[in-house]
């Protein structure tokens, strides 16, 4: 018995168990010179979007079957919003996954971008802007925080825990970053990314 469970455990692929639904989605950071400068690429978010509407966001959307990695994913989903070409986008390397407590695995890859004729998915895209890269690394982020707490509906079997009485149990909290810039405010994900990217940036220029 032993050995066939050994055997059958060898063989699979362990999966991740989480509570709650996580989507996997990919984007990217796109880099872009701009006047002999460097800058990063935003998109916002179309107003007919059913989910984040108007939102600032780094191109990207969810993995596909056909994407054999997340990379591929941010790279695909980069060429079809702004509407260039792929092999106008150059992989410069990835950046950490976030696992978000809103229930995102979400991979980030910098590229650089050789061109900057877009021809943007009107049904994704509302607008597209740039920032300057050197303006966001002298920028602190505004900091704020959220909370995450457990809270038990009606069908909990209070009945088989003796004692349990707590209505809601705050677990965790977490940071959300802020970047404003002119009229626009960078936040949530894109936010995390950024700060990411950022921060990987300085420690990559000091080494």
Known sequence: MDRELMKFLSNRE???TTDIDVITAAVAVPLLEVDGEDH???????????????????PGGHCESTDKTGADAAIRECSEELG???EQIELLGPLDCLVSAIGVKLHAV????HTSEFNPNNAEVGEIFTVPLSYLLKMEPTVGHLDIGTKPLRDFPFDLLEGYQIDWKIRQNYSVYFYPYKTYTIWGL?????????DLYRQGNTI
Do not use: D, Y
């Open 110 to 113: 910098v590229v650089r971008l």
């Open 84 to 86: 260039i070409a792929i």
């Open 190 to 198: 894109t936010g995390r990314v950024l700060k990411n990217f950022l």
């Open 14 to 16: 362990p999966q991740v």
């Open 40 to 58: 990063i690429v935003f998109t916002v978010r179309s107003h007919q979007l059913r989910r984040q509407p108007g939102e600032i966001s780094f």
